[in-house]
């Protein structure tokens, strides 16, 4: 065995191509959503709205799994070249290769074979117009995009079809005189999460690489409410004027116990303030002299106890600053201050100089997304799921992906605090901390089941039978459970229905830990082991996956 030493990041430059599409080339089943791809991201279930910004909910999730393809075109004579296969209701004609309205409130109509629980890409063609509007295109009785359709240009639509059989294609007009063309009906292929329900959405999010150690909002925003001005101070932005003895700006915080809190913050002026922590049953602060370039100061204090308390900037009796600037204030669980982190909420946070994840935050208690149209026959399965959680050891069971037939592929238990396991009749886990972020990886073959956390085997099961897969499907939530919900951020989900290799499964733990921000955790120090009689040459990483 030959030692190279070398970081495993560059001996895998071969692996810059891989994606976890190249699992699925075969024909599997499974999915892979990846929220870091905002353009697989809506705002609602039927696709109307994209998610353009931190902060947006998230209704539709487009499964990657197939590459987005789209299927083959199930309109005939889209383009009107004749006059047959379109039902033409009261004010339309076909002329000249183009359906014609006349101020027509009513649809063009074809029957279009659909499968249940799939997506659809309707498009269509306005290629004149005079006056009105298309304002809406169906399937069945599930309407797609509600349009302002009353311009010439091209316009399409997703619509997630939840009826079966073979409905037809609507093409709605409201007083609309004009003509339309290239109509067009394709599947998205894959099996995309959906959340009708708005309110049980989850948010799309981002924070840096490693987490959010800031533990305020609105950290550079002090004339947010998030932030109390008291008595005279007042605030814009990252200026704080405190005009007199007492005026000062603060925020509620409440502390873990016997814990160690730093506090800091980045200020700029002249004369003097002061800095206070009061909280869990300790008040320090410190006197700062301001000077015209930012400087960052700190302290750290350990509770006693989890009583809430604040964090003050604040004018003493002794203190001269009427207006200063706090280019960023940080709470941190520390005994020192590291890199400020600048946050807004904690859907949003951003670190200079360090990368940015991005993920669907869930709150835990209604938030959950339906798996659509995913179906398999008893077989071996590679998962792969880039998450964190915050209530997982509380509570009961949560569930991270749950799948009907009796297979769920993540839970933790409260009475089993720290517990990882899988449901295949009856429940097989271990003890470790299901909370924090983490690339968690189960390859579950008959008799032969293994978990990997950040790349590393930390669990093996020769009992394991494999179920099926198909019927209600769900990510952080049981599928027949209102009860169960996950708290924590989603960042990479990959479900494989087939036996992966370790170089198959050690290349996507890679590509996960890259969008999750734990590439250093997963990638380890590669070792190469070199047998020349056999021609055999494998390079292996320190975490046991093959390079």
């Not at 799994?65 to 006059?83: C, I, R």
């Not at 109509?109 to 269509?124: I, P, R």
């Not at 569930?399 to 990882?420: K, M």
């Not at 924590?488 to 996507?508: C, F, H, P, V, W």
Request: proline letters at 3%; charged letters at 15%; hydrophobic letters at 35%.
């Amino acid at each position: 065995m030959l030692n190279l030493g070398m970081n495993l990041q560059r001996l895998a430059a071969k692996q810059v191509e891989f994606t976890p599409a190249s699992l699925f080339n075969k024909g599997e089943a499974g999915v892979w959503y990846d929220p870091s791809s905002i353009n697989t991201l809506y705002q609602d279930s039927q696709g109307v709205t994209p998610v353009t910004a931190v902060g947006e909910p998230v209704g539709l999730m487009l499964d990657k799994s197939k590459g987005l393809a789209q299927g083959p075109e199930l309109v005939t004579n889209g383009d009107f070249a004749t006059s047959s296969d379109w039902i033409l209701n009261a004010g339309w004609t076909i002329s000249g290769g183009q359906a014609v309205g006349a101020s027509t409130n009513s649809n063009l109509q074809q029957g279009v074979t659909v499968s249940d629980g799939s997506l659809y890409k309707v498009k269509f063609t306005i290629s004149s117009y005079t006056s009105g509007s298309i304002n809406r295109v169906q399937i069945g009785s599930v309407a797609g995009a509600t349009l302002t359709a009353s311009a010439t240009g091209e316009y399409e639509s997703l619509i997630l079809v939840n009826t079966t059989g073979s409905p037809s294609l609507y093409v709605v007009g409201a007083n609309f005189t004009g003509s339309i063309d290239n109509v067009s009906v394709t599947e998205i292929q894959g099996s995309h999460a959906t959340q009708p329900t708005s309110t049980k959405r989850p948010i799309y999010a981002r924070h840096p690489e490693g987490g959010i150690r800031n533990l305020l909002n609105y950290t550079e925003q002090f004339d947010n409410g998030y932030w109390t001005k008291f008595a005279g101070a007042t605030a814009s932005g990252t200026t704080i004027n405190l005009p007199a003895t007492s005026d000062r700006v603060f925020s509620n915080y409440t502390p873990l116990s016997n814990t160690a809190y730093t506090y800091s913050a980045i200020l700029s002026g002249s004369g003097t303030v002061t800095l206070q922590l009061q909280m869990g049953g300790v008040s320090s602060e410190t006197q700062v002299t301001l000077t015209a370039t930012p400087t960052k100061h700190s302290f750290t204090v350990t509770t006693t106890s989890a009583a809430a308390g604040f964090v003050f900037i604040r004018k003493r009796g002794s203190d001269t600053a009427t207006t200063l600037t706090c280019d960023g204030v940080q709470l941190e669980y520390a005994t020192e201050a590291s890199n400020y982190q600048k946050v807004v909420t904690d859907i949003d946070v951003t670190e200079s100089g360090v990368g940015e994840v991005y993920y669907l935050k869930f709150d835990g208690v209604d938030d959950q997304m339906f798996i659509n149209n995913l179906t398999s026959p008893n077989t071996p399965i590679t998962a792969l799921f880039g998450y964190s959680a915050t209530n997982a050891a509380t509570g009961g069971f949560r569930y991270l992906l749950d799948i009907q037939y009796g297979r769920t592929l993540f839970a933790a238990q409260a009475d089993l605090e720290g517990q990882i396991g899988y449901f295949d009749g009856e429940w097989s886990s271990f003890n470790a901390d299901a909370n924090a972020i983490k690339v968690l990886t189960y390859d579950l073959v008959e008799d032969d089941a293994k978990i990997r956390i950040d790349g590393t085997q930390e669990y093996s099961d020769t009992t394991y039978d494999q179920q099926a897969i198909g019927g209600a499907m769900k990510l952080f939530n049981v599928f027949n459970d209102t009860t169960r919900n996950l708290a924590g951020n989603m960042y990479q989900t990959i479900l494989r229905a087939a036996e992966s290799t370790d170089e198959e499964i050690a290349k996507a733990e890679t590509y996960v830990a890259n969008k999750t921000g734990l590439k250093a955790q997963v990638d380890g120090i590669a070792t190469l082991d070199l047998n020349f009689g056999a021609n055999l040459y494998t390079a292996k990483n320190s975490n046991g996956g093959v390079i």
